[in-house]
Every structure is written in structure tokens, then in C-alpha cells.
């Protein structure tokens, strides 16, 4: 089994910062993509950023420019730096990892999510 553990999430003002962290644990042979989600009330999950394990990003348009994602293949943990957040941004943030397992199949594992409210 495979577990994920985020933080960092929280409430900020308007133009304000938030750096959020997803580290994977347990049964990994090779983590493949790892990503970030959000949901809004009443809104479906949505992609915010995703990486490949060589580093290729892809950002969703309302955040691009403004967050960045980034992964420590060596401590199977990916970051969310948020800058200039704005009230559209509060969601429930959700990391997303493909991890191989040592029998060499592939599993999609969720973190249990953290919540970030963007407010004044």
C-alpha cells in the first residue's frame, strides 16, 4: 500500500502565498506523475498542476504564472507553491500520484486533502 500525507494548507488574504506538500510512503518501485487537484463547493475536481517524474509540468490556465509545482524524486514529494492567490482559489486541494508498485503495476493514490481559503 501506498499513502500520502499533504500539508500546508490554510486560510491567506487576497495577493497572499501558500506552499503546499504531498509526501508518498510505502510499497513504491517508481513514482510516475504526481499532481495537484482542487474542488470548490459545489464544483467538480478539477487539475491545477501535474509533473512527470523528468520534470514536464502542465498548469491549468487559471493558475498559470502564478503557482508553481515542483517534485523531490528522492523524498517522493511534490509541492504546490501558490503566489498571488485570489478568492477563485479556495478549494479543497488534493494531491494525485501514479506510483508502480515493485510488481510493476500502476496505482492512482489521493491524499486526504487540505483545505486552502483565500478571503479578507
Known amino acids: 500500500q501506498v499513502q500520502l500525507v499533504e500539508s500546508g494548507g490554510g486560510s491567506v488574504q487576497p495577493g497572499g502565498s501558500l506552499r503546499l506538500s504531498c509526501a508518498a510512503s510505502?510499497?513504491?518501485?517508481?513514482?510516475?506523475?504526481m499532481g495537484w487537484y482542487r474542488q470548490a463547493p459545489g464544483k467538480e475536481r478539477e487539475l491545477v498542476a501535474r509533473?512527470?517524474?523528468?520534470?514536464?509540468?502542465t498548469y491549468a490556465d487559471s493558475v498559470k504564472g502564478r503557482f508553481t509545482i515542483s517534485r523531490d524524486n528522492a523524498k517522493n514529494t511534490v509541492y504546490l507553491q501558490m503566489n498571488s492567490l485570489k478568492p477563485e482559489d479556495t478549494a479543497v486541494y488534493y494531491c494525485?500520484?501514479?506510483?508502480?508498485?515493485?510488481?510493476?503495476?500502476?496505482?492512482?493514490?489521493w491524499g486526504q486533502g487540505t483545505q486552502v481559503t483565500v478571503s479578507s
Open positions: 509533473i512527470s517524474s523528468g520534470g514536464r509540468t
Open positions: 510505502g510499497s513504491i518501485f517508481r513514482v510516475n506523475f
Open positions: 494525485n500520484v501514479d506510483v508502480m508498485a515493485p510488481s510493476y503495476i500502476v496505482n492512482k493514490y
